[in-house]
């Protein structure tokens, strides 16, 4: 079983660090991911993490780190991504430890946005997220593929 997550759901992180899997998720996590996450940095988007499980991160992983090291912004993305990243395997209560060098760099606090992206999720600052959200795609920025869409 493939685990493909999908939706936007609020939630709150304790005063530990900690953030409940949404109900809806905890099967795929617990079946498909093995209950097993990996928590890194999104490198392209700042006030959000990535949360993959282990054997799609053990993909991205690879080819990350198969990039050659001699330009600069391979060693980034190998540092935000692979360097950051950290194995997390949901509690008894279905709760995970978000790691606070993470939490801080993105701006989570209490409240969150947790999205599922097909793949994995992305866990935003509910600042971040909502700014994101409220900007719209302009008529110049649609690529060639995003025009072929039929929405």
Excluded at 75 to 99: C, H, T
Aim: aromatic residues 6%; glycine residues 6%; hydrophobic residues 45%.
């Amino acid at each position: 079983m493939r685990a493909v997550f999908q939706g936007e759901t609020a939630i709150t992180v304790d005063d530990k660090g900690r953030l409940a899997i949404p109900t809806a998720y905890r099967e795929l996590v617990t079946g498909a991911c093995a209950n097993r996450l990996v928590i890194t940095y999104n490198p392209f988007e700042s006030g959000c993490l990535w949360l993959f499980p282990h054997a799609e991160w053990e993909r991205v992983r690879d080819q990350v780190n198969a990039l050659p090291n001699v330009k600069a912004v391979h060693r980034a993305l190998q540092m935000k991504l692979v360097g950051a990243a950290a194995m997390v395997e949901p509690d008894g209560a279905m709760r995970v430890l978000l790691p606070a060098s993470q939490r801080t760099a993105a701006g989570i606090e209490k409240k969150a946005v947790l999205l599922g992206m097909g793949n994995k999720f992305e866990l935003w600052s509910e600042q971040a997220h909502l700014a994101k959200i409220r900007q719209t795609i302009g008529e110049d920025e649609i690529s060639d593929d995003m025009a072929d869409l039929r929405l």
